[in-house]
């Protein structure tokens, strides 16, 4: 089982990015999937995260600005980031919870990717 995340770099503040995260190894086409950042010195937080019914649920801190999106034919889920911010600077993570509905808890997804980069410059 694998998750493969990708799309970070370097962003001036303002700009956009779009993370993606490839499954691999079982079908998550009825998982919750999510995105967790983590910044130097800092928790692991939550992001964003959908159902398999496409519900979603994203953190206060970046609500009209990122957006959380899945195509399960592709086994993949998408983060959209919009006008970023230098406090967006953080490893993003993937992850699935493979056991309930949608959740924004980290203790409860249970398979996680290695993480991508974002940085954001002022």
């Known amino acids: 089982v694998q998750l493969q995340a990708s799309g970070g770099g370097l962003v001036q503040v303002g700009g956009s990015l779009r993370l993606s995260c490839a499954a691999s190894?079982?079908?998550?086409?009825?998982?919750?999937l999510g995105w967790f950042r983590q910044a130097p010195g800092k928790e692991r937080e939550f992001v964003a995260a959908?159902?398999?019914?496409?519900?979603?649920r994203v953190s206060d801190g970046v609500r009209g600005r990122f957006t959380i999106s899945r195509d399960n034919a592709k086994n993949t889920v998408y983060l959209q980031m919009n006008s970023l911010k230098p406090e967006d600077t953080a490893i993003y993570y993937c992850?699935?919870?493979?056991?309930?509905?949608?959740?924004?808890?980290?203790?409860?997804?249970?398979?996680w990717g290695q993480g991508t980069q974002v940085t954001v410059s002022s």
């Open positions: 992850a699935a919870n493979t056991r309930t509905g949608i959740t924004t808890s980290r203790e409860t997804f249970d398979y």
């Open positions: 959908i159902g398999w019914l496409f519900t979603t």
């Open positions: 190894g079982r079908t998550y086409s009825t998982d919750t």
